[in-house]
């Protein structure tokens, strides 16, 4: 099955700075990889996702990059602000599978 | 729309304890999954299910059962709940289409004393 690797598991960065959450894949039929923000306490939801026929997603000031040679996919946040902070989940799947894989989370904190 | 429902909130149980653990959702996914959730490793699948009267095991699927007899309800049983069975546990849903993301709902904090 897929295995996904997350990195780091934790992150601090100042308010304003950018900061990167990378993640690698195995399986190279993996083609859908969706990023999830959990809040202490909170569901996962979903902040943005791509998809293997791109390269580059962005929506506001967060946006993903997918290199499908390497099998890795960044998350990056831009102009961190205080509620930025909360863990951080990639995930791998692909269309024919029924199984999401998870990242094992990165807890960012953004100091204010 | 409510979304994905989970109840309860928060459970304790003895060892030993039967309980099912409850999800509903209302917008008409054909995909549904449980998972739980422990510190430093991430979201691991319980077991999921595609559709009505069909069910699957995904990564940790030993000491829990599942049925899917309506579209809307996928519950998960823990049959004779064990200390390591303490988790939070979510259900998600998504549609039947491939490549889209998944609904969570509010999750399950379960203790086993």
């Known amino acids: 099955g897929e295995n996904v690797e997350q990195h780091p598991s934790t992150l601090s960065v100042q308010e304003g700075d950018s900061a990167v959450i990378k993640c690698t894949y195995s399986?190279?039929?993996?083609?859908?990889f969706p990023w999830y923000k959990q809040e202490l306490g909170k569901r996962p939801q979903l902040i943005i996702d791509?998809?293997?026929?791109?390269g580059e997603k962005k929506d506001q000031r967060i946006a993903v990059t997918l290199n499908k040679t390497a099998k890795h996919f960044s998350l990056h946040i831009t102009e961190t602000q205080p509620e930025d902070s909360a863990v951080y989940f990639c995930?791998?799947?692909?269309?024919?599978?029924?199984?999401?894989?998870f990242g094992t989370g990165t807890s960012l904190t953004v100091i204010p | 729309n409510a979304g994905v429902t989970q109840t309860p909130k928060f459970q304790v149980l003895k060892t030993g304890q039967s309980m099912t653990l409850q999800c509903a959702q209302d917008?008409?996914?054909?995909?549904m999954s449980w998972y739980r959730q422990d510190p430093g490793m991430g979201l691991r699948l319980i077991h999921y299910?595609?559709?009505?009267?069909?069910?699957d095991q995904g990564e940790v699927p030993n000491g829990y059962n599942v049925s899917r007899s309506t579209t809307e309800d996928f519950p998960l049983r823990l049959l004779s709940a064990a200390p390591s069975q303490t988790s939070v546990y979510f259900c998600?849903?998504?549609?039947?289409?491939?490549?889209?993301?998944?609904?969570f709902g509010d999750g399950t904090r379960l203790s086993i004393l």
């Open positions: 791509i998809r293997s026929n791109v």
């Open positions: 917008m008409n996914h054909e995909y």
């Open positions: 998600a849903s998504r549609p039947g289409i491939s490549n889209q993301p998944q609904h």
């Open positions: 399986d190279s039929a993996s083609n859908y």
């Open positions: 995930a791998a799947s692909w269309a024919a599978g029924n199984q999401f894989y």
């Open positions: 299910s595609v559709g009505a009267g069909i069910t």
